[in-house]
């Protein structure tokens, strides 16, 4: 598999910057923890957000390296501007599938927790991911019993269109938007 060093353009929220990890930053993230260099980097990791805990990665690693143009569509840092530290991370289940929908996932260090960055996260993602080919459903899914979650979802007012049972999670709820209505209300 070709190794890229190239990242996507940031997005830019008030308070975040969310960073692309480039392929070989990624596979060396979940394959090497350790190894992982931030060192020429603008943020810092204190909190070793995806480095202790894999998070996404054991599942965006393998799609990457099956196909690495696909990354274009993964993990991101979320780099709080004003101390430059990471205080977590955010990223598409995949690219857009046969219908245009993309699902999303993020975490939030429990030190930056309950002060809007999953919002914040959400909204820029949600903005840049609208304006590219082929997206044209938004969908977030979420555990009922995290309040948390369940109340950042709706402040983006989705729908909740059902639910399914993910075999590490159980029962999740499943809300959804087209990207055309979420580029109506929030763009």
């Known amino acids: ?92 289940h995949g690219p857009p599938d046969e219908v245009g929908m993309m699902e999303i996932g993020l975490g939030v260090h429990p030190n930056f927790q309950r002060r809007g960055y999953a919002t914040e996260a959400l909204s820029g993602m949600w903005s840049w991911v609208i304006d590219q080919p082929r997206v044209k459903l938004l969908r977030y899914t979420v555990d009922p019993n995290n309040e948390a979650s369940v109340a950042v979802i709706k402040k983006f007012d989705f729908e909740r269109v059902g639910q399914q049972i993910d075999p590490e999670d159980g029962p999740e709820d499943i809300y959804e938007m087209s990207a055309n209505e979420f580029r109506r209300r929030f763009s």
Not at 32 to 39: I, N, Q
Not at 61 to 70: E, F, G, L, M, N
């Open 1 to 92: 598999m070709p190794q890229d060093h190239v990242s996507e353009t940031m997005i830019l929220t008030p308070r975040l910057e969310l960073h692309h990890i480039c392929v070989d930053d990624l596979l060396t993230l979940f394959e090497s923890p350790g190894d992982a260099s931030f060192a020429g980097k603008s943020y810092v990791n204190p909190h070793r957000i995806l480095m202790d805990e894999s998070g996404p990665l054991r599942w965006r690693v393998p799609q990457v390296k099956s196909d690495s143009s696909v990354n274009k569509w993964f993990v991101r840092w979320m780099v709080e501007k004003e101390t430059r530290e990471i205080v977590g991370s955010t990223s598409f």
